[in-house]
């Protein structure tokens, strides 16, 4: 099928690139040059395992880009939206990349005589796309919706790192239709993936993603406090979660106590979630206290960190990743902005090293802090080290190099503890 992707960051790019690699012909656009260029050059804009394989493999043939959105709506049967929601100080998602796309796509399918499909790709709080989304494609468009053009809610669940692997071969599609023709032909698109596919109504779709991701996110918080408990009676808590897995109904996923979540997606849809029920006069005690706790880890660390060091004043502090999570590049809502700001605060000296992240955080701080080339020029004569991330690099370090071989561990990826000073943030 033909398919037009609005969008090539992170969900927008694996989604085109996948469905190029899956046999239909994609046009990928943007208004970013930068970007564009770099794909058609077989670069991914981001760091994502994979992902520049598959853009090599297509790019040209059944994977293309453009930024003439009138011809790539115009070429194309189905539209993907794939902009960002980010959030609003007060949790709130911002939906002003989708109210323009809405817009622009409808100016397009106004003068356009076929049939043409649009699926919102983005994450939406539940009724966005009936109480928002539709009824500005409606104005844009002049056209009746169900009979000129269709839409359909169809949430991503992809996790950075992994999200080719994830979009190739995923675990269920959702499929959120409010009429059997819109329903219909997405389900043609998705005919050769090997998965059950779930056609529920629109606002389900929505649903479905936020009360997924929150469901996530409270694993995480959960073993975090099972964490904490741990670390006061002398107890491993992987060894614990390592017992729980056991049991079919929990599973091992998500149940890795550290420094809590991050990225672009947990910690936006949970605050969402809140939003939304507090429009709708419903408290969410639960959800309230998953952000509470992931947000209390960071300076959990810091805790840990001042008992074997004393004041962090004028100490070089060497922070070893910044990604929320190893595999990528993302830093969004990684907890390392929250120990950066504290350590800030006390006026340390932070140095940062992460292997794919550290050009995103020159791009947020530029000379706030210093920016390390390796791990080991981070541990030049550092007097505290913050294990951040958990990168496979970061499993035997030399901490000889350090001038107070001091280490709080927030990823318990640390397996040398021989000659150092070392702390486990919940074990």
Known sequence: MDVSVLGTGYVG??????????????TCYDIIKEKIEDIERGVSPIYERGLDVIIKRNIGDKLNTSMDLKSTINDSSITFICVGTPSNRDGSINLKYMNNACREIGEVLKNKKQYHLVVVKSTVVPGTTEQKIIPRLKQSTEKKVYRDWGIVMNPEFLREGVAVEDFLNPDRIIIGANDRRSSDMLSRLYEDFNCPVLRVDIKTAEMIKYSSNAF???????INEVGNICKK???????????????HRISDSFLAAGLGFGGSCLPKDVKALIHRSGELNIKLDLLDSVIKVNEKQAYRMLELARKKTGPLKNKKIALLG?????????I???????LIKKLHEEKAKVVVYDPQANGNMKKEYGKKISYALSADDALLDAEL????????????LDFSLM?????????????????????????
């Open 13 to 26: 790019l694996v989604t085109g690139a996948g469905l190029a690699e899956k046999g239909h012909n994609v």
């Open 216 to 222: 996530l996110a409270t694993k995480i918080s959960y």
């Open 233 to 247: 009676l002398g107890i491993n808590v992987y060894d614990v979660a390592k017992g729980m897995a056991l049991d």
């Open 322 to 330: 910044a990604a929320f999570k190893p595999g990528t590049d993302d």
């Open 332 to 338: 969004r809502e990684s907890p390392v902005h929250a």
């Open 385 to 396: 080290a913050l294990i951040v991330t958990a990168w496979r690099e970061f499993e035997l």
């Open 403 to 427: 001038k107070e071989p001091v280490v709080v561990d927030g990823r318990n990826i640390i397996k040398n503890k021989k000659n150092i000073i070392y702390e486990g943030l919940c074990w």
